[in-house]
Nanobody, 127 residues
Framework: QVQLVESGGGSVQSGGSLRLSCATS????????IGWFRQAPGKEREGVSC??????TTHYADSVKGRFTITREANMVFLQMNSLKPEDTAVYYC??????????????????????WGQGTQVSVSS
């Protein structure tokens, strides 16, 4: 059974930091591209950052470049979020896509080829 479980969300003030974790099980992570996505109330789900387990290639949305960093260790994928802004408030999800189906850019920009989603973790940033 495939599971992606997010943790690390919470409430912080503007300028603060959070580190999100995505624990994966039931899949061989080396074969997958993993992404972090977010959805704010009334908005569509959007790609935040993605990483290829195959070669470590990463992709970031323009809105988070220089502030967020995605990394992978074993079966875990992390999103370090610094200099948080109120507009970063959203539910954050991790998702996995087979590397044979999509690449980091296509996954992040088009949410293409996603096979598995986590349940999400809330991030709230106050001004």
């Amino acid at each position: 059974q495939v599971q992606l479980v997010e943790s690390g969300g919470g409430s912080v003030q503007s300028g603060g930091s959070l580190r999100l974790s995505c624990a994966t099980s039931g899949i061989t992570l080396d074969w997958y591209t993993i992404g972090w996505f977010r959805q704010a109330p009334g908005k569509e789900r959007e790609g935040v950052s993605c990483i290829s387990s195959k070669d470590g290639t990463t992709h970031y949305a323009d809105s988070v470049k220089g502030r967020f960093t995605i990394t992978r260790e074993a079966n875990m994928v992390f999103l370090q979020m610094n200099s948080l802004k109120p507009e970063d408030t959203a539910v954050y999800y991790c998702a996995a896509a087979d590397t044979l189906i999509t690449n980091v850019q296509n996954l992040c920009q088009n949410l293409a080829g996603i096979g598995y989603w986590g349940q999400g973790t809330q991030v709230s940033v106050s001004s």
